[in-house]
């Protein structure tokens, strides 16, 4: 199982450094999210520069970014804790991508497709309170935190067996997040429909 273990934490990582963002505001002739609102390349920053479709598309792909190396480890038969790794491999992936100078983004929505093998109640748990969140305060970067915050805490009530894999992406996720925690804290952060001056996400 070991072979196959690094061979999919490779390919996880090599699919995670695809930068949806940058690939749908070329494809729509965008300016690049790594310099254009917060610089953050994810869907969120893309919706500001270039509306629903664009972010949706981006927030789709990073999705499946995570998803197929995740689904398809399962299937090979490999154990939840090689899950995990396959899992974080996709998001530094992400965070850091090969194919475009180590720069990228917050891997919440790659984070999210990792999760979906483990079930759609997860997810619909996930979505609903990063909604929440959002639909209160307005902040997506708050939302991601509180909502990979709970993630091993739904898994746990839901399989328990992937509560360890999961709290091990959750760390990562929210390590990432660490400036905007600060942001939030001073008050600083902007909100996620707040399309004017030098935004973060």
């Given at each position: 199982?070991?072979?196959s273990?690094?061979?999919?934490?490779?390919v996880a990582?090599l699919?995670?450094?695809?930068?949806?963002a940058?690939?749908?505001?070329?494809?729509f002739?965008?300016?690049?999210?790594?310099?254009t609102?917060?610089?953050?390349p994810?869907?969120?920053n893309?919706y500001?520069?270039g509306g629903r479709?664009?972010?949706?598309l981006?927030l789709v792909m990073?999705?499946?970014?995570?998803?197929?190396?995740?689904y398809v480890?399962?299937?090979m038969?490999l154990?939840?804790v090689?899950l995990g790794f396959?899992?974080?491999?996709a998001?530094?992936?992400?965070i850091?991508?090969?194919?475009?100078g180590?720069?990228?983004?917050k891997a919440?929505?790659?984070?999210?497709g990792?999760?979906?093998p483990?079930?759609f109640?997860?997810?619909g748990?996930l979505i609903l309170?990063?909604?929440t969140?959002?639909?209160?305060?307005?902040y997506?970067s708050l939302a991601a935190?509180?909502a990979?915050c709970l993630?091993?805490?739904?898994?746990w009530?839901?399989?328990?067996?992937?509560?360890?894999?999961?709290?091990?992406?959750?760390?990562?996720i929210?390590?990432?997040?660490?400036a905007n925690?600060?942001?939030?804290?001073?008050?600083?952060e902007?909100?996620i429909w707040?399309k004017?001056?030098?935004l973060?996400?």
């Open positions: 199982m070991i072979p273990t690094i061979l999919m934490i490779a990582y699919c995670g450094s695809l930068s949806s940058i690939v749908i505001c070329r494809l002739r965008l300016p690049d999210p790594r310099t609102g917060s610089g953050n994810g869907a969120t893309v500001r520069s479709i664009p972010a949706a981006v990073d999705i499946l970014k995570g998803t197929v190396p995740v480890s399962y299937w038969g154990d939840p090689a396959i899992a974080i491999a998001c530094v992936g992400h850091f991508p090969l194919y475009f180590f720069k990228g983004g919440v929505a790659t984070a999210f990792t999760l979906l483990i079930g109640s997860l997810a748990l309170t990063w909604l969140v959002v639909f209160i305060w307005g997506s935190i509180v990979v993630a091993p805490i739904f898994t009530f839901i399989k328990p067996i992937y509560t360890f894999p999961v709290a091990m992406l959750a760390i990562l929210v390590a990432r997040h660490r925690i600060l942001r939030l804290i001073k008050g600083e902007s909100k707040d004017r001056g030098r973060k996400d």
